[in-house]
């Protein structure tokens, strides 16, 4: 799985051909032995868990980077 971005002990990753499981684009993010499926879309978590402070940070990263 590629990483696409890292930022404050914050690894974002992606499979560009992944979304059968969540049937949604998602990123997969991990932060200190925590993980989460984030949706692209709109910032849920679609799966696992993040610290609140980290996911605030990965909805405002996915907002930055939504036209990517």
Do not use: C, N
Request: hydrophobic share 40%; proline share 3%.
């Amino acid at each position: 799985m590629p990483t696409i971005s890292m930022f404050y002990g914050i690894l974002v990753s992606i499979y560009f051909e992944a979304s059968e499981k969540h049937h949604t684009q998602h990123i997969h993010v991990r932060y200190s032995g925590h993980y989460a499926s984030i949706a692209i879309d709109d910032g849920r978590v679609l799966a696992g868990e993040l610290p609140s402070k980290q996911l605030k940070m990965v909805q405002a990263w996915i907002e930055i980077h939504q036209d990517e």
